[in-house]
C-alpha cells in the first residue's frame, strides 16, 4: 500500500490487455492506483509483442489474477 498526494492510501495495480485500440495487435500493460471507490490509471506504460515485454512493469510480489467475468474483452490478466 502506498499513498498519493492527497494522503490516500492507495494499492498499486497493473491490467495488461491486447489489441487495443491504440495499439493494434500488441500486448500493454498499464499501471493504475487502487483507493476506496476509484482507479486512476498513472503514466507507466509497457508496449509489446509477447507478454513477457510487458510483465517487466509487474513489480515483485504482485499476484496474477484472470479477467473478471464481464470486463473488457481486450484484458488479459491483472496483476495486484
Do not use: C
Amino acid at each position: 500500500m502506498a499513498v498519493n498526494s492527497s494522503g490516500d492510501e492507495v494499492l498499486p495495480v497493473v491490467a495488461v490487455y491486447y489489441d487495443t485500440p491504440e495499439h493494434p495487435g500488441k500486448f500493454v500493460a498499464r499501471r493504475h492506483w487502487a483507493s476506496l471507490g476509484r482507479v486512476t490509471p498513472d503514466h507507466l506504460l509497457q508496449v509489446g509483442d509477447t507478454l513477457a515485454e510487458v510483465r517487466g512493469v509487474v513489480a515483485p510480489g504482485m499476484r496474477r489474477y484472470d479477467p473478471p467475468p464481464g470486463a473488457g474483452i481486450d484484458i488479459v490478466e491483472t496483476w495486484i
